[in-house]
C-alpha cells in the first residue's frame, strides 16, 4: 500500500464537511453502514470512494 492510498482514506470531521451534517448524522450513517467504513480502535476510517457512492445514491434517489 502506498501513501496516495492512505490519503483515500478520511476522518468523521472530514465526512461532516462533505455532507455538511452534524456530528450525530455523521455517526448514524456510519453506525447504520450507509456510508461504509471501519474503525481501527475507536476511530472511523471512511474512503472517499464510499462517500462518493453514497451520494451518487442520494442524487438518483430523487
Not at 456530528?23 to 450507509?34: F, P, Q
Amino acid at each position: 500500500m502506498n501513501e496516495e492510498s492512505y490519503q483515500d482514506l478520511i476522518t468523521v470531521e472530514e465526512l461532516r464537511e462533505t455532507l455538511a451534517v452534524g456530528r450525530n448524522t455523521a455517526y448514524r450513517l456510519l453506525n447504520n453502514g450507509e456510508i461504509p467504513a471501519f474503525r481501527i480502535g475507536r476511530t472511523w476510517k471512511i474512503p472517499r470512494q464510499s462517500v462518493t457512492t453514497f451520494i451518487q445514491k442520494r442524487c438518483q434517489a430523487n
